[in-house]
């Protein structure tokens, strides 16, 4: 091996380490979290690629049908159940014109009014929202530092953060 194979093999060896330390020492990227206003969230929906479909925030819209009583399997995967409360929670909140089964931004903008006009209570880590519609419940708690919202259904009493 002459002069120069021998520096181009220590060359791709050096480069080979580099990436592998690189690698090694990545962080993983970490899921969006929904936080303050609500507009900017992502797209729900069934049927396009462009939406979200699963998750977190997907159970959080779910929770919020719950509440109103248009849904019970929150499960994560907006599905054409899921649209078709959609479309009827569209309807009961005045969107009539953009109800259409997806969750964009005049929907998650009527949802962030009507969930801040539902009576927050302060509390020492962020504000809480109450729902009840007969024996359902919904908590929503947004963190006073963060601006991360998180919710709780009485079904599983889990806490969840809102991710995507």
Known sequence: ??????FAARVAIVMAMLLGACLATATPASAATVTW???DNPMLCATSSS???TGNTVRMWQSLLYAEGLYSDVDGVFGPNTAA?????QKAHGLGNDA???????????????????GPSEQ?????YHFYRGTRLVL??????TGVWEFKRDVDGSWYTATY
């Open 1 to 6: 091996m002459g002069r120069t194979e021998a």
């Open 37 to 39: 206003g609500w507009g």
């Open 51 to 53: 939406c979200v479909k």
């Open 85 to 89: 409360a959609t479309v009827k929670w």
């Open 100 to 118: 259409d089964g997806w969750v964009g931004p005049n929907t998650w903008n009527k949802a962030h009014s009507w969930v801040a006009a539902a």
């Open 124 to 128: 020492d880590s962020g504000t809480f």
């Open 140 to 145: 929503l708690l947004h963190q006073g530092v």
